[in-house]
């Protein structure tokens, strides 16, 4: 006896393979068996009409905070996922030196958009080491396994202190001191190095985050340590600067110490190199010899606007000032003010804060072209003609009135969509081919971060509702789907016992009702910790998660099972005997 069958489903096996109908047989925290299983389960799953497949891999979300505190890790477990990677963009809290805690809080809610408050009330801090971090995420059991890397912006900060600002260059023994960090983190498990070089990313004060300005002498020496160690991904978010030359030394790093290299690859009119250029330059230096991989995101990067929210188009508007701070019952009945919507739409937006900021916060404020009304069944590759812009012309009034009565619309709930990134072309059509490249994997979901403005931590579902089943303009096959959310992203990290149903692997499983899977409407909660916001997204069709074998979502509601924990390092599959 099993002890749990999954019968009759349309195994999507992770590899590539096509889809065939088969049984799933589990045993302990391993699939024992897939084909035709003849013997009972103490637990048994009708998948019949369903498709079967691995737990999703997302190797770039910021869970550093929430890991330490949330047993359910949402919203990515609401969305098949049973594993992530987190610790990217060079920020997180390891080490830490208890006079830099308000510190790394305020790097990560600048650069993250992670309340600072619910981050300050939820940590415990009982570490301060890399590796009595990796202790204290351990203690936690959860509905999905967890990994991280070794961040930047932590390891500068412990080892330069209060010398760390931006533009700061660190002596040969600050790196060396570095790589030690980085060395001693990954041999008590973390799976890589991360860094952030974009001037997008800024601590809440507004200042650069400390790997922007790092030199290539310093990067290399840390991946060095790395190479010592023998396994890591070092990962990077980039303006790709072509006076940088960021290809030419991840090329060096990645071919002197066998590791994989991956970045950020995102059409974005921040990034010098536009994205065909960045995937010819990649491509070029594995061509030598070299291991860059380019995550790439599967739709626009897109920022939700809304009254309470982080942003929205009047944000900067002076009489919004004026009301900023106030609750938002007393925000709301001046917003329902005609005189105030009149005075907020005739003024012109307060200069950016941040020079660097000036395109994007253009674009927040009056790019009418590119923001788009958030319904029911929202699609998130719109038409010009569904435009903010399209709809005021048509309706016959400005673009600032038309967004202003959207925003006030469900008593002051309304949203509007932004895809600030990867949406030059107004559509998505560049990412089809990308889906079927080796040196690419999907990616960016940026689960647990961006809490009041993004919201693509649903990204494993708008891959199969978008571009399996609903495309318009060209879909993937669900076999290359599923290998882009299983197999790929799990064997970038070296974590080679998940991502493929077959025997000896971890048995994470999702069970998927296709003709159901949508999304819903995305909705702001102020349930973090001291009340802190975030945009959250629910899924239909998923009829069942499991993870290490142990059922942890049932119809799309989290059960009380929590096999989940900490990965530490690379990991293996246990061949087991199969038996039927």
Request: negative net charge; proline residues 5%; charged residues 25%.
């Amino acid at each position: 006896m099993h002890d749990l069958v999954i019968r009759g489903g349309t195994v999507v096996d992770g590899t590539g393979s096509a889809p065939f109908t088969a049984d799933v047989a589990i045993d302990g925290d391993r699939v024992s068996l897939v084909g035709t299983v003849t013997a009972k389960g103490r637990e048994e799953i009708d998948a019949t009409g369903k498709f079967v497949s691995p737990g999703f891999v997302d190797v770039h979300t910021h869970y550093d905070g929430q890991a330490t505190w949330d047993d359910e890790m949402a919203p990515s477990s609401w969305h098949g996922v049973t594993t992530v990677v987190m610790g990217n963009c060079g920020v997180g809290f390891a080490p830490a030196k208890p006079d830099k805690h308000e510190w790394l809080i305020g790097l990560m809610e600048g650069v993250e958009d992670i309340p600072g408050t619910a981050l300050a009330e939820g940590m415990t801090w009982n570490w301060e080491t890399f590796p009595e971090y990796m202790d204290a995420l351990e203690e936690l059991p959860r509905t999905i396994d967890v990994a991280t890397h070794v961040p930047h912006g932590a390891i500068r900060a412990y080892v330069l202190g209060d010398r760390e600002k931006p533009g700061a260059v660190p002596t040969d023994d600050d790196v060396e001191q570095m790589s030690k960090i980085v060395e001693d983190g990954l041999r008590a498990g973390a799976l890589g190095f991360s860094t952030s070089r974009t001037v997008l990313h800024r601590s809440v004060d507004g200042e650069l985050v400390p790997g922007t300005t790092a030199t290539k002498e310093e990067l290399i020496g840390i991946g060095r340590a790395m190479g010592r160690v023998g396994y890591g991904v070092f990962e990077m978010a980039s303006d790709l600067n072509r006076e940088w030359d960021e290809f030419g030394w991840m090329g060096d790093l990645s071919r002197e110490t066998g590791l994989p290299v991956t970045f950020a690859a995102l059409q974005s009119i921040a990034k010098d190199q536009p994205l065909e250029e960045q995937i010819a330059n990649m491509r070029a230096e594995n061509d030598n010899g070299a291991n860059i991989v380019a995550q790439i995101a599967l739709r626009g990067n897109g920022i939700i606007m809304a009254w309470q929210g982080t942003v929205h188009p009047f944000v900067r508007k002076p009489s919004w000032e004026t009301i900023a701070d106030l609750p938002w019952e007393e925000k709301y009945a001046r917003l329902s003010d005609p005189d105030f919507k009149a005075q907020i739409i005739s003024e012109t937006s307060l200069p950016a804060e941040n020079v660097d900021m000036a395109p994007v916060q253009f674009i927040v404020t009056d790019g009418w072209a590119m923001h788009y009304q958030m319904d029911d069944g929202f699609n998130y590759e719109p038409t010009a003609e569904e435009s903010i812009n399209a709809r005021a012309n048509a309706a016959g009034v400005t673009p600032a009135e038309y967004a202003y009565d959207l925003l006030m619309s469900d008593d002051g709930k309304g949203l509007i969509y932004l895809p600030i990134l990867n949406y030059i072309d107004g559509n998505l059509d560049f990412l089809h081919a990308l889906q079927h490249a080796d040196d690419t994997v999907n990616s960016l979901s940026d689960g647990g971060a961006h809490c009041g403005t993004i919201c693509d931590a649903a990204s494993p579902t708008f891959m199969l509702e978008h571009w399996v089943k609903n495309r318009e303009r060209g879909t993937i096959t669900i076999e290359n789907a599923i290998k882009r959310q299983c197999l790929d992203t799990a064997r970038l990290y070296g974590l080679n016992d998940r991502g493929v149903l077959k025997p000896g692997y971890l048995a994470d499983v999702n069970v998927i009702d296709m003709d159901r899977i949508k999304l819903g409407k995305p909705w702001l909660a102020f349930d973090l910790p001291a009340g802190g916001k975030r945009l959250l997204q629910k899924a239909d069709g998923y009829d069942y998660t499991i993870k290490s074998g142990q059922v942890t979502f049932k119809g799309g509601v989290v059960t009380d099972k929590r096999p989940g924990g900490l990965i530490r390092g690379p990991q293996n599959a246990e061949m087991l005997e199969a038996a039927e």
